[in-house]
C-alpha cells in the first residue's frame, strides 16, 4: 500500500495540513490501516472546500474505484466508494443512463457524494443523493463492515449520510439511475433585474427541473441581487436502443500557476459582473449534459485563480419565508465589506427527506458565495453567520473552513466513533 508525508489541501487551497496519507488497494489492507491509526479520516477526491477531508492520518479510496455491478436494465450501479462520478459516466451512459443527482462537478467519488449527501439543480423534485442510494458498506472503528440501507442498519445509514466521514469508511455502493434518451439539455436563461426579479423567475417558472442563478453581489439600489436564472430540462428525443450513446467529455483547459493574490478584486469582479449579467444569452438554447452540469470542470485548477492563499466557499441555506429579505441583507453587509466574492450560485430547494438528518438543504433557497481568503474575511464571515443563524439558517459543512460549531446544526459529540477524526470535527468541537 502506498502511503506519503505531504502538504494537502482541499479545493479551496485553504488551510493546509503536513500529514500522512495512505491509499489502500484492497478491503484487508483498508482495515490494517483503520485498526493500527488511532484517528484518521477517509478522504475521496479533496474536492470538498475546507478541512472536512483533512486530519493528521488521512485514508484515500482513490485506488478502491472498481465499478463492481452495472444492471443495465433496471439503471442500479454498484462501485467502490472511491469510482469518480466522471468515471461512472463512461460506463451508464451508453446504456442510457444518467444520475438523478449530481453536483456541479464530475471530479467527486462516489463516497464524497454520499458522506457530504450532495445534491443538485433539481433538490425541489429529485431531493440529495441518498435519495436514490439503496445501500453501502461502512468499515466500522473495529474493523467490522455492516451493510446499510433505509431498511438494514436504518439509523447508521442516515447518520452516515451526510455525516462528514465520521461514522466510518464507505467501502461500496449500490444506487439508482435515471433514464435518459440524449446527452442535450433545452436550457432556458433567464436576466432579471434585482432580487424579487430573481425570487419571481424561481417561483413562477415551470416544468423546468433544473434551475440555478448567477447573482450580482456588487448592484446596488434597485439592481441589488440582480442576477441571470438558467432553467433547463432534459431534452427527450427518439433514441434506438441499440446505438449507445456518447458522453459528450469536453476539451479541459488548465490553470497552470497560481494566480498572483489580489487579481480578483473589486475592479475585476466588476468588470466580470458586468459581462456576466448583459451578455448572458436569454431565451431558450440546447445545450450538452457537460456543459450544463460540470461547467467548471472545463477548467482544471481553477482555483489557482485565487492565489497561494487560497480562497473559502460560504454556503448557507435560509427556510423559505426568510430567503428573500435574507439574502438582501446579506448582500447589503457584503457590499459594505472589503471582500467581495468572485463566484455566487442561488439554488432553490425543496422539503428534505425527514431521517436526512444531517443533509444541507431545507425548504428554501441557499447562496454560495466564493471569497478570496483575506485577512478580513474572517470576520465577514462571522457577520454572515449571525444573520444566517438569526434567520433559522444553516451553512453547508463540506464548503466550510471557519464558521462556528452550531452553523452546520450538527453536534459532533453526539454522534460517529472517536477514530474518524477531521480537522472539522475537531474544529466543531472546539468552538
Ligand atoms: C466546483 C465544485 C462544485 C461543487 N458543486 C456542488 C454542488 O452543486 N452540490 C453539492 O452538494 N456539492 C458540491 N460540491 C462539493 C462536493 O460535491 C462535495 O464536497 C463532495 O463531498 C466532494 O467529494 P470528494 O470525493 O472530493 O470527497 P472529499 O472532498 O475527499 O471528502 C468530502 C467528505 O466526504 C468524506 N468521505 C469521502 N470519502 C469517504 C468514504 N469513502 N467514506 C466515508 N467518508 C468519506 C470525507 O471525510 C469528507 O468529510 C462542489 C465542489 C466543487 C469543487
Keep these: 500500500m502506498s502511503k506519503y508525508k505531504m502538504r494537502i489541501t482541499n479545493w479551496g487551497n485553504y488551510p493546509a495540513v503536513h500529514a500522512e496519507i495512505c491509499f489502500p488497494e484492497t478491503v484487508n489492507a483498508l482495515r490494517t490501516e483503520v485498526l493500527r491509526q488511532e484517528r484518521l479520516i477517509a478522504r475521496g477526491n479533496g474536492k470538498c472546500y475546507g478541512d472536512a477531508a483533512l486530519g493528521t492520518c488521512m485514508l484515500s479510496t482513490l485506488k478502491l474505484n472498481k465499478l463492481l455491478d452495472f444492471d443495465r436494465v433496471n439503471g442500479i450501479v454498484h462501485c467502490e466508494s472511491g469510482i469518480l462520478l466522471a468515471e461512472l459516466l463512461e460506463h451508464i451512459v451508453p446504456a442510457g443512463w444518467f444520475f438523478h443527482v449530481t453536483p456541479g462537478i464530475k471530479n467527486i467519488t462516489v463516497g464524497g457524494a454520499i458522506a457530504s449527501d450532495v445534491h443538485g439543480k433539481n433538490h425541489p423534485e429529485k431531493g440529495c443523493f441518498s435519495n436514490w442510494l439503496l445501500s453501502f458498506e461502512l468499515m466500522r472503528a473495529d474493523g467490522e463492515i455492516l451493510c446499510c440501507s433505509k431498511t438494514e442498519n436504518a439509523s447508521l445509514f442516515w447518520q452516515t449520510c451526510g455525516g462528514m466521514g465520521w461514522t466510518g469508511i464507505i467501502l461500496s455502493a449500490k444506487f439508482q439511475l435515471m433514464p435518459v434518451s440524449g446527452m442535450y439539455m433545452q436550457q432556458r436563461t433567464v436576466r432579471a433585474e434585482n432580487l424579487d426579479a430573481v425570487f419571481e423567475a424561481f417561483q413562477t417558472v415551470e416544468n423546468w427541473p433544473y434551475a440555478a442563478a448567477w447573482i450580482d453581489c456588487l448592484a446596488k439600489e434597485q439592481r441589488s441581487g440582480r442576477g441571470v436564472v438558467y432553467f433547463a430540462r432534459h431534452l427527450e428525443t427518439e433514441r434506438n436502443p441499440t446505438v449507445p450513446l456518447a458522453y459528450p467529455f469536453a ?181
Design 251 to 431: 476539451k479541459v483547459r488548465n490553470i497552470p500557476f497560481f494566480a498572483p493574490s489580489g487579481l480578483l478584486n473589486r475592479f475585476t469582479i466588476r468588470a466580470h459582473n458586468y459581462l456576466l449579467f448583459n451578455k448572458a444569452a436569454t431565451g431558450e438554447q440546447q445545450i450538452d449534459v457537460d456543459r450544463y452540469f460540470y461547467p467548471l470542470d472545463r477548467m482544471r485548477n481553477w482555483n489557482r485563480l485565487y492565489g497561494r492563499r487560497g480562497f473559502i466557499q460560504y454556503q448557507f441555506c435560509l427556510p423559505e419565508e426568510n430567503s428573500l429579505h435574507g439574502i438582501r441583507e446579506l448582500l447589503k453587509i457584503i457590499r459594505h465589506s472589503p471582500d467581495l466574492p468572485f463566484l455566487s450560485v442561488l439554488k432553490r430547494h425543496g422539503d428534505p427527506a425527514p431521517e436526512a438528518v444531517h443533509s444541507f438543504p431545507i425548504r428554501g433557497y441557499s447562496l454560495a458565495l466564493d471569497f478570496p481568503r483575506t485577512a478580513t474575511v474572517f470576520s465577514l464571515v462571522e457577520k454572515l453567520d449571525a444573520l444566517v443563524w438569526g434567520l433559522g439558517g444553516k451553512i453547508y459543512l463540506t464548503k466550510d473552513a471557519c464558521s462556528s460549531a452550531k452553523m452546520g446544526r450538527i453536534d459532533p459529540t453526539g454522534f460517529g466513533e472517536a477514530k474518524f477524526h477531521s480537522l472539522l470535527k475537531e474544529r466543531l468541537l472546539k468552538n
